[in-house]
């Protein structure tokens, strides 16, 4: 099974729209918000090498960002 990790933060709205479209094609993620905790900002930056958000893992690949390329990208990656 397919493990779908996203670094976001609250007030991010590509953090939203990243959720959104993942909860609109029935994808169960993960969510950690870097802003909860020092932890999820060093697993951040351990996994894509940068700060940016939101991030999202599948399984090994790293997606940083969320816009029409990425969403595409995701798409494939995830099947849907």
């Known amino acids: 099974m397919t493990k779908v990790v996203i670094y976001t933060a609250a007030e991010c709205p590509h953090s939203k ?3 959104e ?3 609109g094609v029935d ?5 950690k918000c870097i802003l909860t905790s020092p932890e ?3 697993e ?3 996994a894509s090498g940068q700060r ?4 999202t893992a599948v ?3 790293i997606f940083v960002g ?3 390329r990425t969403e595409r990208r995701l798409k494939r990656t995830l099947g849907v």
């Open 21 to 23: 479209f993942l909860s």
């Open 27 to 31: 994808i169960e993620f993960e969510e």
């Open 66 to 68: 969320f816009d029409r």
């Open 44 to 46: 951040l930056v351990k």
């Open 59 to 61: 399984d090994d690949d």
């Open 40 to 42: 999820m900002l060093e």
């Open 17 to 19: 729209k990243l959720k």
């Open 52 to 55: 940016a958000i939101p991030v």
